[in-house]
C-alpha cells in the first residue's frame, strides 16, 4: 500500500538557521513527490515537486528538497530560516505505474521559526 | 488571475440541512478535486473529476455528491448535514490527471461548521 509520513508533527528553529522538515514514503514503482506549504486560513500552495532526474530539486522561497531512493525520504530544506516561512508543511506521493490516480498525503508538519 | 475560487468562505448549518459549497478555476485546468482537512488526519479525498463529465469516489466519498457542471466548476453537496461533516473543504484542481505528476492548485477553503 502506498503511504506518506512526516515523523515530527512540529519543528522549532531559529531564524536564520537551517531547516530541515522529513518525509518518508511507501510505493511501488517510481515515486511523483511533493511538497505543499499552508499559511493559516488559506489553501495549500505548491512548493515544489521530484519527478525524475536531478535527485535535488529547488522550489519557490528558496526551499529544495532531496530525493533518496535508498532511504525512501524527501526532505525539504532551506539553508537559512526566516519568521515568514512559519507555516504547516505538507509531503504528498503518487506513483507512476497503474492507474492509481490518487495523491497520498502526509499528515503536515508544523514549522515555527522564531525569531 | 484569480485561480481557484470557492464560495463560500464560512458556513454554518443545523444538522439535516443541505447546501451545495461551489469552486470554479479559470486555469483551463482539466482536473478537480474535492477534499477535507480534518486536524490530525490531513487532507482527505472526497471526490475528484478527471475531466469535464466524469467524477469518481475519493477516500471518504459518504454523505457527499458532486457535479462537474462545466470544465470551470465543480460543486459540492451535502444533503443531509451531520456533525461529523463539520471541517474545512478544499477545492484544487490540475491541468492535467495526477499520473502525469502535475501539481494541483487550492482554493482558500470553505469552513463548515454543523450544529
Not at chain 1, 537551517?18 to 495549500?44: E, I
Not at chain 1, 526551499?63 to 525539504?76: C, D, G, I, P, V
Not at chain 1, 492509481?100 to 508544523?110: A, D
Not at chain 2, 460543486?75 to 484542481?93: G, K, N
Request: proline content about 5%; overall charge positive; glycine content about 8%.
Amino acid at each position: 500500500a502506498q503511504s506518506v509520513a512526516q515523523p515530527e508533527d512540529q519543528v522549532n528553529v531559529a531564524e536564520g538557521n537551517p531547516l530541515t522538515v522529513k518525509c518518508t514514503y511507501s510505493v511501488s514503482g517510481n515515486p511523483y513527490l511533493f511538497w505543499y506549504v499552508q499559511y493559516p486560513n488559506r489553501g495549500l500552495q505548491f512548493l515544489l515537486k521530484y519527478i525524475t532526474g536531478d535527485n535535488l530539486v529547488k522550489g519557490s522561497y528558496g526551499f529544495e528538497a532531496e530525493f533518496n531512493k535508498s532511504q525512501t525520504s524527501f526532505h525539504l530544506k532551506k539553508p537559512s530560516a526566516l519568521v515568514s516561512d512559519s507555516a504547516l508543511y505538507f509531503c504528498a506521493v503518487r506513483s507512476n505505474a497503474g492507474n492509481n490516480r490518487k495523491l497520498i498525503w502526509g499528515l503536515g508538519t508544523s514549522l515555527a521559526v522564531n525569531p | 488571475n484569480a485561480g481557484v475560487t470557492q464560495t463560500p468562505k464560512f458556513q454554518v448549518l443545523k444538522t439535516g440541512q443541505s447546501m451545495t459549497l461551489q469552486c470554479a478555476q479559470d486555469m483551463n485546468h482539466n482536473s478537480m478535486y474535492w477534499y477535507r482537512q480534518d486536524p490530525g488526519m490531513g487532507l482527505r479525498l472526497i471526490y475528484y473529476s478527471a475531466s469535464e463529465g466524469t467524477t469518481d469516489k475519493g477516500e471518504v466519498p459518504n454523505g457527499y455528491n458532486v457535479s462537474r457542471l462545466n470544465k470551470r466548476e465543480f460543486s459540492l453537496r451535502l444533503e443531509s448535514a451531520a456533525p461529523s461533516q463539520t471541517s474545512v473543504y478544499f477545492c484544487a484542481s490540475s491541468t492535467r490527471p495526477d499520473r502525469e505528476g502535475q501539481p494541483q492548485h487550492f482554493g482558500d477553503g470553505t469552513r463548515l461548521s454543523i450544529l
